[in-house]
T-cell receptor
Framework: NAGVTQTPKFRVLKTGQSMTLLCAQD?????MYWYRQDPGMGLRLIHY???????AKGEVPDGYNVSRLKKQNFLLGLESAAPSQTSVYFC???????????????FGPGTRLTVL | RKEVEQDPGPFNVPEGATVAFNCTYS??????FFWYRQDCRKEPKLLMS???SGNEDGRFTAQLNRASQYISLLIRDSKLSDSATYLC??????????FGTGTSLTVIP
């Protein structure tokens, strides 16, 4: 099993450009998450999905859109990139279950994005 | 007020030492708690869940204090390989998880 994979690993954009980050998981997990991690800020939730065809906003959703057309894939889009979106983006997935004993998720290796 | 707060450290300890980290959370209704480990420029990885009765995994012990709203992680007999950033994670309810900013640990030979 590959677990959670993310594409691309690195990207440099110019202000105003658009891009899509792809997250794929092969664990048949229902839940998927997109986080960003910035120095001193910790991991912050951008959007998440509880199943195919559903998405919801997290803590910092502005400037991002997401789609979950297939259970195994969760896409994060930046329509018009801004320097404030320079960050490391992590995708995570986890199985459905009652809260007890369910982890916060398995993470992908991250995408390092720089917006100039 | 932040959902989760951690002392960022850094903690620099000699090999073999015992070190403890605390993490406080603001939502008293929080139901699930975890410790993650993150190595430099890598993704976070689940270290252990934190159960109400406390739990142990080898040299690692996690405890939950609901009355004071904090969780702790104790590492005994520290190894060089324990050097990393430790993140506490809280699930207040529903599907969102809140991560602390992390506590940096360096184990010195």
């Amino acid at each position: 099993n590959a677990g959670v994979t993310q594409t691309p690993k690195f990207r440099v954009l110019k202000t105003g450009q658009s891009m899509t980050l792809l997250c794929a998981q092969d664990m048949n997990h229902e839940y998927m998450y997109w986080y960003r991690q910035d120095p001193g800020m910790g991991l912050r939730l951008i959007h998440y999905s509880v199943g195919e065809g559903t998405t919801a906003k997290g803590e910092v959703p502005d400037g991002y859109n997401v789609s979950r057309l297939k259970k195994q894939n969760f896409l994060l889009g930046l329509e018009s990139a801004a320097p404030s979106q320079t960050s490391v983006y992590f995708c995570a997935s986890r199985r459905y279950g009652l809260t007890g004993g369910v982890s916060g998720g398995f993470f992908g290796p991250g995408t390092r994005l720089t917006v100039l | 007020r932040k959902e989760v707060e951690q002392d960022p450290g850094p903690f620099n300890v000699p090999e073999g030492a015992t070190v403890a980290f605390n993490c406080t959370y603001s939502n008293s209704a929080s139901q699930s708690f975890f410790w993650y480990r993150q190595d430099c420029r890598k993704e976070p990885k689940l270290l252990m869940s934190v159960y109400s009765s406390g739990n142990e995994d080898g040299r690692f012990t996690a405890q939950l204090n609901r009355a004071s709203q904090y969780i702790s992680l104790l590492i005994r007999d520290s190894k060089l390989s324990d050097s990393a950033t430790y993140l506490c994670v809280v699930n207040p309810a529903g599907n969102q998880f809140y991560f602390g900013t992390g506590t940096s640990l360096t184990v010195i030979p």
